[in-house]
């Protein structure tokens, strides 16, 4: 049976109307059980994007400073039954509609850690979280690109708390009879968190490159994308990228770096920046790990760039590669992420140079620079040494060696098991979170506050 109150998270963009119609079967379906369906359209719905300022846990706990239709968004997703996400399968990943909203459902989370099935999480804010569905349609079939789907909508529903969920992919071309059972399917289906060896194995291939590159007769030019929406500090993902462009400018290349923003994706400042990727041999995609995933103005300026090279085309194949660092210790959370930026590549014909990952990004960087960051108490020497030997690879034009992935994963105290170093993560992760907050004047009691949660049911 389906729950009573449902939101539906409608993810198609411009150009998607093919969708339509698999949206309207879906929508009888919900209907014909007589559950309420709240639907947001959202590429009509204008909202800001998060800016990774941490407001919403430490200066107005659970609601996002940003005053919009985010916040109502998020409220309807805490009181409903079942949160049903429909996007266009995107390099395996959502559409950057999904993500717009996605990464703004922090704080419905408290910004407190502690352990749940055996890796750190956010704790619950809330007492009941929603079921979640993940339907994400393709054009055409690629299987690679629906497990990913899968286990992404998983790693969510993980996060989250959701009490169930499932997620499946339909193929836009099937027809109408067989897209309604698998619909009528997935509403129902109960499916397994992708934990542990799931996780672990994606990443292995997420951080792998491509079998071989054609060696490079010069230096080339390289582009630097910095994902990270933050401005009130450098962010690790700007200080991770730029010590590798700098590397590569060392050895000969030419370089070129952008921070993404809003304006970079539209008008005048989008094809400036195409002609940036134009320009480019090598790309270096760096981001922060936002809901198990790209951040939205990454994941947009993904489906810009497919859109463009995609209709052109190329003199020769470009390579990228990426870093992701990501919030929690366990830095496998980036696998999904990799791997969507593994997916672009294979979908724009790149060739995929490797991926590093990152884990406790903030804790280990915090705002500062790598000089700054190896004076201080928790070492960066392994993320140093990994991003030497990445950038020396990439400089010869070859792929990224695998020893580089794993130096980049390291715990940083040598010698320390990770239990205790997950333990202290824990300890002085929630400590800090503390003294920001009441720094702001927000004590511990408003720390906890439950604003979108439902008369009686908090
Ligand atoms: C909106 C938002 C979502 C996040 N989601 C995750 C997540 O799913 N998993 C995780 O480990 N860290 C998550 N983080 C933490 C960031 O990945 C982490 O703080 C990172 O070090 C920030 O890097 P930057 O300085 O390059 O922006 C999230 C942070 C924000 C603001």
């Known amino acids: 049976m389906l729950n009573r109150k449902i939101v539906l998270l409608d993810g198609t963009g411009a150009g998607d109307e093919d969708l339509f119609p698999i949206l309207d079967i879906l929508m009888n379906e919900l209907h014909s059980t007589g559950a309420t369906v709240q639907t947001f359209p959202l590429r009509e719905i204008k909202m800001g994007t998060c800016v990774g300022c941490m407001g919403c846990w430490l200066e107005t706990p659970g609601i996002c400073l940003e005053p919009d239709a985010g916040r109502d968004i998020a409220q309807a997703i805490v009181q409903s039954d079942t949160t049903i996400l429909f996007s266009p399968v995107t390099f395996g990943g959502y559409s950057s509609e999904i993500k717009k909203i996605q990464d703004r459902w922090i704080p419905i989370l408290m910004p407190d850690v502690g352990l749940y099935r055996g890796e750190v999480r956010h704790l619950r804010r809330y007492s009941k979280y929603p079921r979640l569905v993940g339907i994400g349609v393709q054009r055409q079939p690629n299987n690679e690109s629906a497990n990913l789907f899968k286990v992404l909508v998983g790693r969510n529903a993980f996060n989250f708390y959701a009490p169930t969920y499932a997620a499946d992919v339909i193929l836009s071309t099937d027809d109408p009879d067989r897209v309604r059972q698998q619909l009528q399917a997935v509403l129902v289906r109960n499916d397994n968190l992708p934990l542990g060896k799931v996780v672990t194995s994606l990443m292995q291939t997420a951080v792998t490159a491509s079998v071989s590159a054609p060696t490079l007769d010069a230096p080339g030019r390289a582009l630097l994308i910095v994902g990270s929406p933050r401005v009130k500090s450098p962010s690790t993902s700007g200080v991770l990228g730029g010590y590798v462009l ?178 202290l993560f824990i300890k002085l992760g929630n400590r800090m979170f503390r003294q920001i907050a009441a720094a702001n004047q927000v004590g511990d009691e408003e720390r906890f506050a439950q604003p979108y949660a439902e008369v009686g049911s908090a």
């Open 246 to 423: 700098n590397q590569l400018k060392q050895r000969g290349w030419e370089t070129e770096s952008l921070t993404l923003r809003g304006h970079l994706l539209q008008g005048k400042g989008q094809t400036e920046f195409l002609a940036a990727v134009d320009r480019a041999d090598l790309i270096l995609l760096v981001f922060p790990l936002y809901i198990d995933s790209l951040p939205f103005l990454m994941m947009k300026s993904l489906e810009v760039m497919a859109e463009h090279i995609c209709a052109r085309p190329q003199e020769s194949p470009k390579r990228l590669f990426a870093i992701a660092n990501n919030g929690f210790p366990e830095a496998h959370n980036n696998a999904p992420a990799l791997a969507i930026c593994r997916q672009f590549a294979a979908d724009t014909g790149m060739i995929w140079s490797g991926g590093l990952s990152m884990g406790a990004g903030l804790a280990l960087f915090n705002g500062q620079s790598i000089e700054e960051a190896q004076r201080k108490v928790l070492p960066v020497k392994h993320v140093i040494q990994a991003l030497d030997i990445a950038s020396a690879a990439l400089a010869n034009g070859q792929i990224v060696p695998p020893e580089a992935a794993k130096l980049m994963a390291k715990i940083p105290i040598p010698f320390m098991p990770f239990r205790l170093w997950r333990w």
